[in-house]
Nanobody, 128 residues
Framework: QVQLVESGGGSVQAGGSLSLSCAAS????????MGWFRQAPGKEREGVAV????????YYADSVKGRFTISRDNAKNTLYLQMNSLKPEDTAMYYC?????????????????????WGQGTQVTVSS
């Protein structure tokens, strides 16, 4: 069965850093677009970052651009999100997701509708 398991969440002070990982299994990981999404209580789900199957193309939400870095290791079936200069508004549940195909570049590739598989989420809390 398809499984995506996030790890690395926790509590951090504003300005600090945190690294998230997503271990994938049950599908051809290297053929899928992979993304990170987040959702805070009472707010809409937000696409954070996406990385193309080969890892050479990435896109970021404006809110995290320059602070977050998405990467993948296809040999390990693992997705990563390095988060630096964290802000309280980054507080959310973070999810990794997999898409067989994403039809658009840029911001539109961050829409959750394109993603087939989802992890259970890991909580990130940023305090001042």
């Amino acid at each position: 069965q398809v499984q995506l398991v996030e790890s690395g969440g926790g509590s951090v002070q504003a300005g600090g850093s945190l690294s998230l990982s997503c271990a994938a299994s049950g599908y051809t990981y290297s053929s899928y677009y992979m993304g990170w999404f987040r959702q805070a209580p009472g707010k809409e789900r937000e696409g954070v970052a996406v990385i193309y199957p080969g890892g050479g193309v990435t896109y970021y939400a404006d809110s995290v651009k320059g602070r977050f870095t998405i990467s993948r290791d296809n040999a390990k079936n693992t997705l990563y999100l390095q988060m630096n200069s964290l802000k309280p508004e980054d507080t959310a549940m973070y999810y990794c997701a997999a898409a067989a195909y994403v039809p658009y570049d840029g911001k539109r590739c961050l829409q959750g509708r394109y993603y087939n598989y989802w992890g259970q989420g890991t909580q990130v809390t940023v305090s001042s």
